[in-house]
T-cell receptor
Framework: QKEVEQDPGPLSVPEGAIVSLNCTYS??????FMWYRQYSRKGPELLMY????GNKEDGRFTAQVDKSSKYISLFIRDSQPSDSATYLC???????????FGDGTTLTVKP | GAVVSQHPSWVICKSGTSVKIECRSL??????MFWYRQFPKQSLMLMAT?????????EQGVEKDKFLINHASLTLSTLTVTSAHPEDSSFYIC????????????FGPGTRLTVT
């Protein structure tokens, strides 16, 4: 079993929809949770970073962490075609430690 | 801010030759850099963690003699693929963590290596 499982997708939504991307994990030592966006043939871009449980909002993006359920989510409000990309969750046990990545969910937002 | 560059962005080499890929943090100092490999439609596979001034820590199953990593300064790490073979063809991505904000990782744009 993988340490980090991510909803495989692909996901296709109409413009303006609310998107929910999810990951579960098995290692209770994970404390730092990240979401990255990766466009085709590009390196990942850090979107959100959260420490421990709770919510964090940044513009149209909201990251949620539920450590009791070992479950994290990224919500995208008012999705735009430019949000079409692969989204990767990642987590680590310490701030400068290596991250364990999910396999990614490919999102397509249709105009 | 927090820009990471990689060079080259794309390289084709013949089987048996060596290829060096550079990873630079352009506007911050990075004590720690990571090297990943990514196959099409798959996630990132961590190859090694590179710390400035010390030997890299390789993940299980990664041949340290084949993938030579050097982190000579706080802004530069290099990955050399030695005696490359077609199965080494992949997308190689580096990331760097700012010394002052070590919990963040910033990724380079990646290097596509094709070995013929």
């Amino acid at each position: 079993q993988k340490e980090v499982e991510q909803d495989p997708g692909p996901l296709s939504v109409p413009e303006g929809a609310i998107v929910s991307l999810n990951c579960t994990y098995s290692n209770s030592a994970f404390q730092y949770f990240m979401w990255y966006r990766q466009y085709s043939r590009k390196g990942p871009e850090l979107l959100m970073y959260t420490y421990s449980s709770g919510n964090k909002e940044d513009g149209r993006f909201t990251a949620q962490v539920d450590k009791s359920s070992k479950y994290i989510s990224l919500f995208i409000r008012d999705s735009q075609p430019s949000d079409s990309a692969t989204y990767l969750c990642a987590m680590s046990t310490k701030p400068s430690g290596k991250s364990t990545f999910g396999d990614g969910t490919t999102l397509t937002v249709k105009p | 801010g927090a820009v990471v560059s990689q060079h080259p962005s794309w390289v084709i080499c013949k089987s048996g030759t060596s290829v060096k890929i550079e990873c630079r943090s352009l506007d911050f100092q990075a004590t720690t850099m990571f090297w990943y490999r990514q196959f099409p439609k798959q996630s990132l596979m961590l190859m090694a963690t590179s710390n400035e001034g010390s030997k890299a820590t390789y993940e299980q199953g990664v041949e340290k003699d084949k993938f030579l990593i050097n982190h000579a300064s706080l802004t530069l790490s290099t990955l050399t693929v030695t005696s490359a073979h077609p199965e080494d063809s992949s997308f190689y991505i580096c990331s760097a963590s700012p010394t002052s904000r070590s919990y963040e990782q910033y990724f380079g744009p990646g290097t596509r290596l094709t070995v013929t």
